[in-house]
């Protein structure tokens, strides 16, 4: 039997991997912002056609928000650590796709791919730290998957940067494959001590409870599993392979006479649409029918329909947001058709979760306090996005930065977030929630205030500056892990990977429109204030106009932020030691997770 000393070593190890695989997908929600232009040419685009580029952002957006809920409720039927390892592999085949893409559609189908995978790992990981810790014990792991997910967020930029420096664009996303498949083998290695034990498979249990069919003699049983997992296996490789292949399409092969053949694409020019690359999207086809008694009714427990009608919202908010021009308008060019289809999903979704059997977002799960966590994660993404976007915006106002130094200026405030996120974590050690998350709010609320008064020279000013943008990634940070603590703590057992994704969910969906909001109502401010210039043509007016747009949005990134902590503080002052105390004193374990569902 192991002993506590080597199972606190492994599930801190197990933590640092999914953290590190966090930190991972973070970066590369930001590093595409360096290298978009290189991308563009990539794919055919030229600079001149930035608005077609679009997708290549709102892509990634999509898979990352848009899936989440299934995600996480695949996580709370299935083993926490094979939906880790799912979505690095997922992450993988979308980085990959990526750094082949030499079309639009396919550069865009990697990116929601990498979405899909990046976003999965979050709810999973959170879920993970609370099948690993107690309730009165999970605000300093928490606190360090923020911390982690904040710092690469931060990292994401700057190693874009360095890998522009010496290659290009293409090798960002062929070492996100190395890492990732790095993180796999790690956590593959790990194995699941200390995790709830997976029974037989439903499968077999019905076997059990046939007493008048023979059972299979143990050898051929145990020789044909063996043989159908390396039969799928040969086969995906084929498939990825020689997809793979199609895309690369190595020059080698390609003007060869004899072998370039199957690289002729039978119309147009697409590198899929070649004999090569339809024989690999076949055999994968194959595989997902072959393996398809194993998969489907998993999907099917999950509820396909309420993840359908989750992904239909939420995939129209994105779209209509993150697509949009913010210097013309709030809602992109099919906001105006893809919102009333968000908003019909949206009630099927209500009519649906009230009337299905076992629906996605099992009931219970926004509960009181859940429900508060969500709208302070919202508000705190409102705050959040003002300031990553409107600080370099003001920097290069001053006309003293260019573009990497506004950049350097907002590292002030990125750094400072997971310092912020860690310390609320530990902070739940003796207090609650509510306690950590409402002053830590208040003082970016206070800071937002501040930032709401400043003009070009207080960017210049080094210290003062510092020291509002370090007050504000604090407390923005602070907030992090007691929403995420109150949102599992609140949620069943069977639900938490549900309770984490709704809560990143919120974030983004905060981010997403709350940038639209922000910036449409300080461009309505600032085209006021242009109005009212008596010389339109004068460069210092129109530039101080652009310092009022910066200022009203700094002003709702506080309102937002002081929102969320009037809220927050109804998450609970005190901490939960108590009711820990009485469970383990009845013998109960609100904890406990129900069976895994086993393919």
Not at 276 to 294: D, E, K, S, W, Y
Not at 323 to 328: G, Q, V
Not at 567 to 583: F, K, M, V, W, Y
């Amino acid at each position: 039997m192991p002993s506590a000393t080597s199972h606190g070593s492994h599930r801190f190890a197990l933590l640092a991997a999914a953290s590190a695989a966090v930190a991972l997908a973070a970066a590369d929600t930001y590093v595409v912002v360096l290298a978009l232009t290189d991308m563009m040419a990539g794919v055919g685009i030229g600079i001149d056609a930035l608005q077609r580029a679009t997708p290549i952002i709102s892509g990634f957006l999509l898979g990352y928000i848009a899936v989440l809920p299934l995600i996480g409720r695949l996580s709370d039927l299935l083993d926490r650590r094979r939906i880790l390892l799912g979505c690095l592999l997922v992450f993988v085949v979308g980085s990959a796709v990526t750094a082949l893409a030499v079309e639009m559609p396919v550069l865009v189908t990697g990116r929601v791919l990498q979405g899909i995978g990046g976003g999965g790992l979050v709810p999973a990981t959170l879920a993970l730290v609370a099948d690993l810790w107690p309730a009165h014990r999970r605000g300093t792991p928490l606190g360090v998957v923020g911390a982690v997910q904040e710092l690469g967020s931060v990292l994401g930029p700057v190693l874009g940067a360095v890998v522009l420096a010496w290659s290009g664009w293409r090798a960002i996303f062929w070492l996100n494959v190395v890492a990732a498949l790095a993180l796999y083998a790690v956590i593959h290695l790990l194995g699941g001590r200390g995790l709830p034990a997976v029974p037989a498979s439903a499968s077999s249990r019905g076997e059990a409870a046939q007493g008048g069919r023979a059972p299979t003699p143990g050898r051929t049983r145990t020789a044909r599993r063996g043989l159908v997992p390396a039969v799928t296996l040969v086969l995906v490789v084929l498939g990825l392979g020689a997809t793979g292949l199609a895309l690369a399409a190595p020059e080698s092969l390609v003007t060869d006479v004899a072998l370039g053949a199957p690289f002729v694409p039978f119309t147009g020019t697409s590198r899929l649409f070649t004999p090569i690359g339809v024989a690999g999207l076949g055999v994968l086809v194959v595989v997902a029918v072959l393996t398809a008694r194993h998969w489907w009714p998993v999907l099917r427990r999950a509820d396909l329909v309420g993840a359908l009608l989750v992904a239909v919202a939420l995939g129209c908010l994105v779209l209509t947001f993150a697509s949009s021009d913010p210097e013309k308008e709030v809602v992109g060019p099919l906001g105006y058709s893809l919102l009333p289809v968000g908003a019909l999903a949206l009630v099927a979704l209500a009519w649906w979760h009230r009337h299905a059997a076992d629906p996605l977002i099992p009931r219970g799960v926004v509960g009181a306090r859940g429900l508060r966590s969500l709208v302070v994660s919202l508000l705190v993404g409102a705050a959040l996005v003002g300031v990553v976007v409107d600080v370099p915006l003001l920097a290069r106002l001053t006309g003293a930065y260019d573009e990497t130094g506004a950049a350097l200026v907002l590292v002030r405030f990125l750094l400072a977030v997971p310092v912020g996120a860690l310390l609320g974590g530990l902070s739940l050690r003796r207090l609650g929630d509510g306690a950590v998350a409402g002053p830590g709010l208040l003082l970016a609320g206070a800071g937002l205030l501040v930032m709401s008064r400043w003009t070009l020279q207080s960017v210049t000013e080094t210290v003062p500056a510092t020291v509002v943008l370090v007050v504000v990634g604090l407390g923005v940070g602070l907030a992090l892990a007691p929403v995420n603590d109150a949102a599992l703590a609140d949620s069943p057992a069977h639900a938490h990977g549900v309770a984490s994704s709704l809560v990143v969910v919120a974030r983004m969906v905060g981010m997403v429109v709350g940038l639209a909001l922000l910036t449409s109502i300080g461009l309505s401010r600032y085209f006021d204030a242009v109005r009212r210039l008596p010389d339109q043509l004068d460069t210092d007016a129109l530039i101080g106009a652009g310092v009022v747009q910066v200022q009203t949005v700094f002003l709702g990134g506080a309102v937002a932020a002081l929102l969320g902590a009037g809220i927050a503080l109804t998450l609970g002052l005190g901490t939960r030691r108590s009711a820990a105390a009485t469970d383990r004193a009845t013998g109960t374990d609100t904890d406990r997770r129900p069976p895994f569902v086993a393919l």
